[in-house]
């Protein structure tokens, strides 16, 4: 059977590692099985992919679910990165509050738009960059560097900067009854025993 702690989940290859086992900051969850291409060093997954991430003044999170594919050089901003907009300048003043002689949280330098959440059975294209605030849904599929700054619906394919609406996977009908289904909760065996159906486009006739 697969087993869901391995780091390294090919054989002799140091390119693709299991997320959950990788990542080491308490603001990040990973689900079973969602792994991370990288041609350099995938274990760098939190150094390179997950950035402006400042847990020591924000709670932000990101949580990725379960049998996601994320490609090289994805990059998921944090609020960290935003700049206040309701201000007259964007200017980062409380980033720099000791030059300034200012006694305000260093917070107050941008606008919190809070967690990214990545549904599960998601696949995030190379140098895709998903941003602070937004939510994917289950079954989506972020292209190759889109810039999503909008929440995606599941089983939706999405491209461009910004990245909009390409086409939907599978017609609603059919998206409705993955989404009661949640394959991705089974137990391994029982996944096992519907691999021809969840490799291919038919919906299992019995769930035993």
């Not at 941003?131 to 289950?138: N, R, S």
């Not at 989506?140 to 939706?156: F, L, N």
Request: hydrophobic share 40%; proline share 6%; glycine share 6%.
């Amino acid at each position: 059977m697969p087993n869901r702690t391995l780091l390294y989940p090919r054989k002799d290859d140091k390119t693709i590692v299991y997320l959950k086992s990788c990542v080491k900051s308490p603001f990040i969850e990973v689900g079973d099985y969602s792994f991370y291409h990288d041609f350099e060093n995938p274990m760098d997954f939190e150094k390179k992919c997950v950035l402006y991430h400042y847990p020591y003044v924000n709670n932000d999170k990101l949580i990725i679910g379960k049998f996601c594919s994320i490609a090289y050089g994805a990059k998921f901003l944090f609020n960290g990165a935003n700049h206040t907009l309701d201000s007259l300048s964007t200017y980062p003043f409380p980033v720099l509050a000791c030059e300034w002689n200012l006694d305000v949280p260093i917070t107050d330098a941008w606008d919190n738009k809070g967690d990214i959440v990545i549904g599960n059975d998601v696949w995030i294209g190379f140098e895709a960059v998903i941003m602070a605030g937004v939510t994917i849904g289950d079954g989506a599929i972020i292209g190759s560097r889109a810039v999503v700054t909008k929440d995606v619906e599941p089983y939706s394919i999405v491209g461009g900067v910004p990245a909009k609406l390409i086409r939907k996977r599978f017609p609603e009908e059919q998206i409705q009854k993955l989404l009661e289904m949640k394959w991705w909760n089974w137990d391994e065996e029982k996944i096992k025993r519907h691999l021809p159906e969840i490799m291919h486009t038919e919906l299992p006739d019995k769930l035993k």
